[in-house]
DNA sequence: ATGTGC
């Protein structure tokens, strides 16, 4: 990226002062380096971002930042919807509410090397994975409205869990607002067979070994010790999402002119908040969060199955469960003031700091679990959110390591199969729905995740907990 | 990300 209109704003942050259409200057928080190799599109797409109506305080990008769809990945925004505030599906992404979610399994990771090959086995059959898997439930219209209207509730409430697990998810397992009747009919045909499904790309569900603590406080708070093993799986609303997504993104390009919103690009489609479209995308956009949900709570459920079988001593218990793709409506002090703000997240971790209402008790006093998935060769880390008088963008981290190559070029450099062996040489059993999959997630293709995490932690945006290293990979 | 394009 052209670097010569960023300013240092503080440590690993950087700022971009508005000109022409901007209504607010631009943050970007990374060190210097990560900055520099920055697609010039980030700043772009930025650029556009900090123009449109009713944005507050600056249009944000993690260290992960990269090219998205109208708005960068690693993005994160808040409208004021009393001023005209906007709500963008762009700025949602395509995979509403893809997030991760880590448990605790409560064994030893050496537990888990006696038995690697049988475990990752048998989790590959029993996870559906890959594009159109489909999974043990197939829901009647009834019954997939419940489930896009109670998310996590709805699946605990069948059995796919305990009603612990639901302290431990955002928004308390269900976001509020759903409102199944504005999704549409092709959205929930396409997502009847497949809640309980990992899907493709860069989902993924991990068995991980905690290899390094760096917040003793915190990691005793969220129950890890070097050397646990947790599980992690990374995943999304598959079909029912994307179709959401791409309904609204169509129906805003049209509606934003009649609102007299001029777009620099015809991927940030986007309306007022206080329309009847963006009133309809903010109810349909809640229930694809909760089939986000329902959906890593089915696969919870399937994933203490397998351990319940094959590994009896391990108790699955549910550290946290966050969504990278979102916009909620959150209360944030701006100048001293509280505004009720619909913040954008894409490719971005909310990461509240201690005492914020939404934590369970017992991480109160240590913030938010904010998980930052790695790659299948790389580490993981397990943050915490850090609050304080000074609320970095929103309250939000980074998501992840952030692509640096495309799936194309991905494919061109690397063998699926020969990735798989590499890794199996260092101790990680890999399972993927395709080779290509493979080739496309190659490790070498993503940005280096230790210090994307250094960057965030430099910045202020969270502080980081532990450090986890794969064993079992099952790839979408 | 995605019944991998509309």
């Not at 048998?122 to 896009?148: N, Q, T, Y």
Request: glycine fraction near 12%; aromatic fraction near 6%.
């Amino acid at each position: 990226m052209e670097t010569g209109r960023y300013t240092a704003a503080g440590p690993d942050a950087w700022r971009r002062e508005p000109t022409g259409a901007m209504r607010v200057p631009i943050i970007i928080y990374a060190d210097r380096e990560q900055l520099r190799a920055m697609d010039d599109k980030v700043d772009e797409q930025l650029e556009h971002v900090a123009g449109l109506p009713g944005i507050v305080n600056a249009a944000y990008a993690m260290p992960d930042a990269h090219w998205g769809y109208g708005f960068p990945i690693g993005g994160v925004a808040a409208f004021d919807a009393d001023a005209g505030g906007v709500v963008s599906a762009g700025g949602v992404g395509f995979d509403i509410s893809c997030g991760v979610r880590t448990m605790l399994t409560g064994v030893h990771a050496d537990e888990i090397r006696s038995r690697q090959r049988l475990l990752a086995d048998r989790l590959a059959r029993e996870i559906p994975a890959g594009v159109g898997s489909r999974g043990f439930l197939h829901l009647k219209p009834r019954e997939l409205d419940e489930m896009l209207a109670g998310g996590a509730r709805w699946a605990v409430g069948r059995g796919y869990g305990v009603k612990r697990d639901l302290e431990r998810i955002e928004e308390r397992g269900c976001m509020a607002g759903a409102e199944p009747e504005w999704v549409s009919e092709r959205a929930k045909k396409r997502q009847q067979d497949e809640v309980g499904t990992l899907g493709s790309g860069n989902h993924y569900l991990e068995v991980q070994e905690v290899v390094e603590i760096f917040a003793a406080d915190a990691a005793r708070a969220f129950g890890l010790r070097c050397g646990d093993a947790v599980v992690t799986l990374h995943c999304g609303s598959r079909g029912l999402g994307h179709q959401i997504g791409t309904e609204f993104l169509r129906e805003m390009a049209t509606a934003a002119g009649r609102h007299g919103i001029v777009l620099p690009d015809r991927e940030l489609a986007c309306v007022p908040v206080q329309s009847e479209t963006g009133r309809r995308y903010l109810g349909a956009m809640a229930a694809a969060v909760n089939c986000a949900l329902a959906n890593r709570q089915v696969l919870t459920h399937l994933v203490r199955g397998v351990f319940a079988e094959l590994l009896p001593a391990a108790e699955p218990d549910l550290l946290y469960d966050v969504s990278h793709n979102t916009c909620k409506k959150e209360t944030h002090l701006v100048d001293g003031h509280e505004r009720q703000l619909h913040v954008h997240r894409k490719g971005a971790t909310r990461s509240f700091g201690p005492k914020h209402s939404s934590l369970p008790p017992e991480l109160h006093d240590h913030g938010q679990p904010v998980l930052i998935g790695g790659t299948m060769g790389t580490s993981s880390y397990i943050l915490a959110g850090l609050g304080g008088p000074v609320e970095r963008a929103f309250s939000s981290a980074c998501h992840g390591a952030g692509r640096t190559m495309s799936r194309r070029q991905a494919c061109k450099r690397w063998r699926g199969r020969a990735v798989m062996d590499e890794l199996e040489r260092r101790g990680i059993i890999v399972r993927g729905a395709s080779f290509k999959g493979l080739a496309e997630e190659a490790p070498g293709a993503y940005k280096d995740i230790d210090g994307v995490v250094a960057a965030a932690e430099t910045a202020g945006l969270a502080r980081r907990v532990a450090r986890v290293t794969p064993l079992i990979c099952i790839k979408g």
